[in-house]
């Protein structure tokens, strides 16, 4: 889909643009797409080449000003209290992954581009947070990221870009609701409903995406629901539903983002900056990444224009 085409409801191409990139959710995308690669000193390095190979597309297709790669920082303290086996039962990073992070990084400050990660704060909260800031201050936000939370936050501004290493599928607003079967707006109420496993968030007994779709067709809000649910058929649904209330409310306040605007500081702060190409040189030779440093050749003597979604 080219750029023109998905911006046309309320950003234009001139605008300026701002990368937010879930690290962990392209670290471990790569690490399980790719096959075992090892670097000449025997460390492995198939995350760190996938995680290269898809940040630069993105940078080459998108040509963004800004960037930001976040981080999570563990469990949110405030979720525990609401409900202890929050993520619960997610199993532990990989140790040969969690290896490659810090190399990451270290291609991260070698491209010009920032990492950010703050102790007590989750990745996804940071997400919607520069999402926010973003948006506040005229940019048009790329959010790369495969987690579906992400699509509450999707308008005419604001596009999720599931990181695959084939064809990157770009979620705007029409895409969500194809998806999903609702609209960005009513994805906390959605996922509310059905859960998520990922986050070891249990939905409405014998409530599934159809069905939850078609009750906030019908009632748009959770809370609209839960004051006409008389109306509700058949029985047995409304008895769920009447059943799970607690549940349901609670789960919207685990589902839905805490934005830190103080946090993050200021949107200059996050500019890209010029990529250091003799440092990424030693860093691909290093590791064995040939490849790549033909790429920075390349790209000094003719840049090349990418077509990531066309």
Same mark, same amino acid.
């Given at each position: ?13 001139? =605008?300026?643009?701002? *990368? $937010?990139? /879930?690290?962990?959710? @392209? ?9 075992? +690669? !090892? ?109 579906? =939370?992400?699509?509450? *936050? $999707?308008? /005419?501004?604001?596009? @999720? ?9 770009? +979620? !705007? ?113 290093? *590791? ?23």
């Amino acid at each position: 889909m080219p750029l023109t085409e998905r911006n046309h409801l309320g950003a234009k191409d001139s =605008d300026p643009k701002f *990368l $937010v990139v /879930d690290g962990s959710a @392209v670290a471990y995308r790569a690490y399980f797409a790719l096959p075992h +690669l !090892t670097a000449p000193g025997g460390e492995p390095t198939n995350a760190i080449y996938g995680f290269i190979r898809m940040v630069n597309k993105l940078l080459t297709d998108l040509k963004p000003e800004f960037g930001v790669v976040v981080w999570d920082g563990g469990r949110s303290t405030d979720r525990l209290q609401i409900h202890p086996e929050y993520k619960a039962t997610r199993p532990p990073m990989p140790d040969e992954l969690r290896s490659q992070i810090r190399r990451i990084q270290e291609f991260l400050d070698y491209s010009g581009i920032r990492s950010v990660q703050i102790e007590g704060v989750e990745a996804d909260d940071l997400v919607a947070t520069f999402a926010k800031v973003g948006v506040n201050s005229g940019l048009v936000i790329y959010i790369v990221g495969n987690d579906k =939370d992400f699509c509450q *936050l $999707v308008s /005419d501004r604001v596009f @999720v870009v599931s990181p695959t290493h084939r064809k990157p599928e770009l +979620l !705007t607003i029409a895409r969500v609701h194809e998806k999903f079967g609702v609209f960005p707006d009513q994805v906390i109420d959605y996922l509310s409903l059905v859960g998520d496993s990922v986050d070891n968030i249990e939905g409405v007994p014998g409530v599934g995406p159809k069905t939850a779709a078609q009750l906030l067709e019908k009632f748009g809000t959770i809370e609209e629901l839960y004051c006409r649910l008389s109306e509700v058929q058949p029985e047995r649904l409304r008895n769920a539903l009447r059943e799970h209330e607690y549940q349901v409310k609670r789960n919207k306040e685990l589902i839905s983002f805490k934005i830190f605007p103080d946090i993050v500081g200021e949107l200059k702060n996050y500019a890209l900056q010029q990529q250091n190409n003799e440092k990424l040189r030693g860093f691909y030779r290093e *590791l064995g990444f040939n490849s790549l440093i033909k790429e920075i050749d390349e790209s000094i003597s003719k840049p090349e224009v990418g077509e990531l979604f066309q």
